[in-house]
């Protein structure tokens, strides 16, 4: 009995260093790679924008480029992408009037609402 208790006071010290040694190469580790992560190129976030002018008459898929959502997007999509167009692009902030209206009939085009392509421009 004495020997096994001596043989588990010996091996006690052993596992609290193993686990010691085990905890500063796992924190190490961490550190290089939150290091490594934070040092990585910055990978642009920018969307492709619509490219090109507008069409005579405005079709559903053009509506949803500008508003930058899928032709079948629910009515709360929209309602929220046409907010963040407009305030990007509204006249009262600096924006065109042209373009407001363009969003304008973007919304009604892909909410269904009937107007007419005769803007002011």
Do not use: C
């Not at 190129?41 to 969307?47: K, Q, V």
């Not at 079709?59 to 305030?87: C, D, F, S, W």
């Amino acid at each position: 009995m004495s020997n096994q208790v001596l043989m588990l006071q010996q091996t006690t010290p052993l596992m609290a260093g193993i686990a010691v040694a085990a905890t500063a190469l796992a924190g190490r580790y961490g550190i290089q790679a939150w290091q490594a992560f934070k040092a990585r190129p910055p990978r642009p976030r920018i969307r492709r924008f619509y490219e090109g002018g507008f069409q005579q008459q405005m079709t559903r898929r053009e509506a949803a480029l500008i508003l930058g959502v899928r032709e079948g997007a629910v009515e709360e999509k929209i309602k929220e992408a046409h907010r963040k167009v407009m305030i990007a692009n509204h006249p009262d902030a600096g924006g065109s009037h042209y373009l407001a209206s363009k969003i304008n009939e973007a919304k009604d085009m892909m909410l269904g609402k009937a107007r007419d392509s005769g803007s002011a421009f």
